[in-house]
């Protein structure tokens, strides 16, 4: 249920009859659809997402509340409180934008910042398809057996510094960089609880996030640490994980460190599913998302700069695409 007329947002700009292509300014939102966006906007200063996904989440909200507003009258039911209004126009809204020849990863980034939007509201996620949703497969990760077996082994044969590198992916989904990247500082323990200030990558390096540590991750850190005041270089070197130099672990050290006891017990065997510490990271994500974590929760544990990132952990697996085959009939 659209209407042909193109709401403030995307008007035509300024100047175009003379050629001139920069984009006009947005006419204001009424004050009722300025108050959400004010809102969500708050909402998001306190999100660890990227600076840059922030802004363009606003702004991609700020359209689709100016598209709202032009619909008045038009939707069933008040789609910034009912879930089932919410789904219908926000699949109008698709519509609208694919009518206005919109490039496919534009609707989509607008299509993500609404999700994120409802998200916050408590609504849930439209149900509304992506342009471009090419990655049909989750990322790899280990199933349940493989899990525990890495695990077990890394408990009863990795020595103190290589027992914490190796469940640092799994346990924190730390990325190997903020593993070999942590100092002493971004670690606190106590005898029942743990924090780490993780470090996050890319162009808003720098940004920070807090992680609750997991019990057995917190007494393998807490070995470590212990351990680690004999080696050389404790007393000078800020690095939690140091080398037998006396210097910071090195990423490739670290990677060394995991698939060594990742192939001990048969993890890296198919050359065509390699076995590396990112294996580790998916698996900590598609756990959680498995388990009904809120996909929100899950992308700020990661340090995600966006949610559609972290929702890959819900497609299927190829192990899942094979077992569903089991249902079939056969004839013995």
Do not use: C
């Amino acid at each position: 249920m659209t209407s042909g007329n193109r709401p403030a947002e995307f008007a035509e700009p300024a100047g175009a009859a003379s050629g001139n292509t920069r984009r006009s300014r947005a006419l204001p939102l009424s004050a009722p659809h300025a108050a959400v966006l004010a809102g969500y906007t708050a909402a998001l200063a306190h999100a660890p997402l990227a600076d840059s996904t922030k802004t363009k989440y606003a702004s991609r909200l700020r359209g689709y509340l100016a598209w709202l507003a032009d619909q008045a009258g038009a939707l069933d039911g008040d789609p910034l409180t009912d879930p089932i209004a919410a789904t219908g126009a926000v699949r109008d809204f698709r519509r609208h934008l694919k009518n206005g020849r919109r490039a496919p990863n534009t609707i989509d980034t607008y299509l993500s910042a609404i999700d994120d939007f409802y998200a916050r509201r408590g609504l849930g996620k439209p149900q509304a398809r992506r342009e471009r949703d090419t990655r049909r497969t989750a990322p790899r990760a280990l199933d349940a057996r493989r899990t525990r077996r890495y695990v077990r082994h890394v408990q009863l044969t990795a020595p103190a510094r290589d027992k914490a590198v190796a469940l640092l992916p799994y346990y924190a989904g730390l990325r190997i960089s903020e593993v070999v990247g942590l100092d002493l500082a971004d670690v606190r323990l106590s005898a029942r609880k743990g924090e780490l200030r993780i470090r996050g990558k890319g162009r808003d390096g720098g940004k920070i996030r807090l992680l609750p540590v997991h019990p057995d991750l917190r007494q393998a850190l807490t070995d470590w640490l212990q351990a680690r005041a004999d080696w050389k270089g404790a007393d000078t070197h800020a690095a939690l994980f140091l080398n037998h130099r006396g210097g910071r672990l090195s990423d490739r050290a670290a990677r060394a460190i995991i698939t060594g006891l990742g192939d001990a017990v048969g993890l890296g065997d198919d050359p065509t599913e390699p076995f590396s510490p990112h294996v580790l990271r998916h698996t900590f994500a598609t756990q959680l998302i498995r388990d009904g974590k809120d996909p929100i929760l899950v992308a700020e544990l990661l340090g995600h700069g966006s949610l559609d990132t972290t929702r890959r952990y819900a497609l299927p697996t190829e192990a899942d695409k094979a077992a569903a085959l089991d249902a079939l009939i056969t004839d013995h």
